[in-house]
């Protein structure tokens, strides 16, 4: 057996498992245990738009309430409370925030460490408004 036809294979397996180390590493951090989403979090969007969420964690259910502070079109300061419940699959947290008086508010996110959380907010007037949730 030839010595180049011997360690052909060893060179193909060596080259595929180094290809398929991480498919995106900068997307989801490597963090040692799966956060959860328990907790107070914090979120401000500027000086028009703050969140508050105070979620409880059950497995990969998420429940607990929220408070929302705004300015609607006309310049009047706004502040809503109500329910939350969603779920946590790490890294991705879905939840659905249900405001008082208006249509739930959709929220999507995903943790960039234990304690912060890159998010978006969807329906009830929202289109893809980004966030960045901070854990008390």
Do not use: H
Request: hydrophobic content about 40%.
């Amino acid at each position: 057996m030839n010595v180049r036809t011997a360690f052909w294979p060893i060179f193909v397996l060596a080259a595929f498992s180094f290809r398929c180390s991480k498919d995106n590493p900068v997307s989801v951090p490597d963090l040692p245990l799966p956060p959860t989403a328990k907790g107070t979090w914090f979120a401000s969007g500027g000086p028009a738009l703050a969140v508050t969420l105070t979620l409880d964690q059950n497995d990969n259910n998420v429940s607990g309430s929220g408070m929302i502070q705004g300015f609607n079109s006309f310049g009047d300061s706004l502040t809503s409370f109500g329910g939350v419940s969603g779920t946590n699959t790490y890294p991705v947290v879905t939840l659905t925030f249900y405001v008082t008086g208006y249509q739930p508010i959709a929220i999507t996110g995903q943790f960039m460490s234990a304690s912060t959380m890159n998010a978006k907010l969807n329906q009830s007037g929202f289109n893809n408004v980004p966030l960045v949730f901070n854990k008390e």
